[in-house]
């Protein structure tokens, strides 16, 4: 046993003379794990590989390139090949090798050779190292580190034969919620008490995870609604002002990602990358307003009130557009890289790590949104969007010039999808036909909010997104997407208005 050893506590000419030569190879190897003595990593592997050697002069190993050097001193040895002899092992003395070797790591001078040698005895069960690993914890300074030995001091007490060394060990598993371990430990335990510590603790594990899982899928929920949330704003606007069914919208999104991603490209190499979203937002809106300003002028304007062909007349824009990023930028997706400050992420519970990027995108869509609302109540623009939406013709008889708020609420809601690209490029990959996927939900969250109510479509978006991450577990990601286009067409048959219906004089007299 390690806690009764009395004899040299690191490597010099006795233990490694007890090494080679003695029948206390046990001890020595044991002394030197106690110790944690790191030097003695070069002569233990040499024992283990069998390069270790004996001479007249004491104990040489062979380095990796073939020379004979002293075992202690590690200089080269003046010793001929032929008068050295090998120092032979049995299987027993090579488990206990593999095992010294691995406590040793511990004590290495680089923080991930001690991370992996701490991962490591996790599953060896031997409490004998308990010492080692408990030295090795009181001068650890790196925090994972210290966090993994934490953990492997834990899973070697639980093999003690001290029963509290295995009460104290179950209670620090429960808190690190390491349910794999104590399942393992429940089928080898025989005492009735801790056995009932065991499942006690498995069950707080277990309660303790679903409470995450639940977080987890709540924050999954309200994360695509804000992207939802981004990619209906826009939509919100322009449907709700002229009742055009845009079908190019989704392609607004991916002209705000690519104008991104062409931004991160002048940055990169730079000392101020991090801040390129600086520049990329407004390049974003600019790109997708400019868009939406051509596409009202060339093919909406011309078609108002003839809603199929308006229809076909921006699926086939659409198209167009997707073709046109192709040529110029070709098939292939493109890679726009997150900041340094939106890496990582903030553990919230065990076994929860919200992301970076997904927290800055909530915070984005709800900034844009109250962006959105103070324009469209506290502006004069956001007061003749609301009059022409109400009634266009009492408007247009009060002097509005509604093409020209047509015109203005188009660019501002194909700026917002824009940066609803802008968004969508920092959780994945940038590509031609990126917003081929969001023009039915977009839809979707629009129809069922209520044209043209942002209420409406905040809550239409946060609850199609939290719906759908709690059904895709048990239904699948096609299957929960299905249910919810369902749930939508049922709903709007019994509530054609929506969640909000929109009010006006308008509204009102039909």
């Not at 322009?238 to 919208?249: D, E, K, R």
């Not at 921006?314 to 557009?321: D, M």
């Not at 917002?416 to 969001?438: D, K, M, R, T, Y």
């Not at 577990?473 to 929960?480: E, L, N, W």
Request: charged share 15%.
């Amino acid at each position: 046993m390690i806690a009764a050893l009395a004899i040299a506590t690191a490597l010099n000419a006795t233990t490694l003379d007890k090494l080679a030569r003695g029948d206390s190879r046990e001890e020595a190897i044991s002394a030197l794990v106690a110790a944690g003595d790191a030097a003695a990593l070069p002569v233990l592997r040499a024992l283990q590989e069998g390069n270790l050697y004996l001479s007249e002069a004491g104990a040489v190993l062979i380095d990796d390139r073939g020379t004979l050097r002293d075992a202690l001193s590690g200089a080269p040895a003046a010793v001929p090949r032929e008068e050295v002899e090998k120092v032979g092992i049995n299987n027993r003395l090579r488990r206990s090798l593999t095992r010294a070797i691995a406590a040793l790591g511990l004590f290495s001078a680089a923080a991930a050779d001690r991370l992996a040698a701490a991962r490591a005895l996790q599953e060896s069960g031997d409490a004998d190292l308990l010492p080692a690993v408990q030295k090795a914890l009181q001068g650890e300074t790196d925090a994972r580190v210290k966090e993994a030995l934490r953990g492997t001091h834990a899973m070697l007490a639980l093999a003690s034969p001290d029963r509290q060394k295995r009460f104290a060990a179950i209670e620090e598993l429960r808190k690190a919620h390491a349910q794999r371990q104590l399942t393992q430990r429940l089928a080898l335990e025989q005492d009735p008490q801790i056995l009932a510590a065991l499942r006690s603790a498995i069950e707080s594990v277990e309660a303790s995870q679903r409470r995450a899982d639940m977080v987890g899928l709540v924050f999954s929920g309200l994360s695509l609604a804000s992207i939802l949330l981004l990619a209906a704003l826009g939509l919100a606007i322009t449907f709700g002002l002229m009742g055009v069914i845009n079908m190019a919208h989704g392609e607004l999104l991916m002209v705000g990602a690519y104008a991104t991603w062409l931004v991160q490209s002048a940055f990169r190499g730079g000392r101020f990358f991090d801040w390129y979203l600086a520049a990329a937002l407004p390049a974003s809106f600019v790109a997708a307003a400019l868009a939406g300003v051509l596409l009202e002028l060339f093919v909406v304007r011309k078609l108002y009130g003839r809603p199929l062909e308006t229809l076909l007349a921006t699926w086939g824009a659409s198209l167009l557009a997707i073709q046109a990023v192709r040529t110029a930028f070709g098939a292939q997706n493109v890679e726009v890289s997150n900041p340094s400050w939106m890496s990582g992420g903030v553990t919230l519970l065990a076994g929860l790590v919200l992301p970076f990027n997904r927290i800055a995108i909530f915070a984005f869509a709800a900034s844009v949104l109250l962006l959105v609302w103070a324009l469209l109540t506290r502006t004069r623009l956001g007061l003749l969007v609301r009059a022409v939406t109400q009634d266009r013709q009492r408007a247009a008889g009060l002097g509005v010039a509604t093409p020209r708020i047509d015109l203005l609420a188009f660019a501002l809601g194909s700026g917002i999808a824009g940066l609803g690209g802008c968004a969508l490029s920092q959780i994945g990959n940038v590509g031609p036909e990126l917003g081929q996927g969001f023009i039915v939900d977009s839809f979707m969250v629009v129809v069922l909010g209520g044209v043209g109510q942002l209420a409406g479509t905040v809550i239409a978006a946060a609850g199609l997104g939290i719906v759908s991450k709690f059904l895709e577990p048990s239904a699948g990601a096609v299957m929960a997407k299905i249910a919810v286009l369902v749930f939508v067409i049922l709903f709007i048959q019994r509530r054609p208005q929506g969640l909000f219906a929109l009010r006006g004089r308008a509204v009102d007299e039909g």
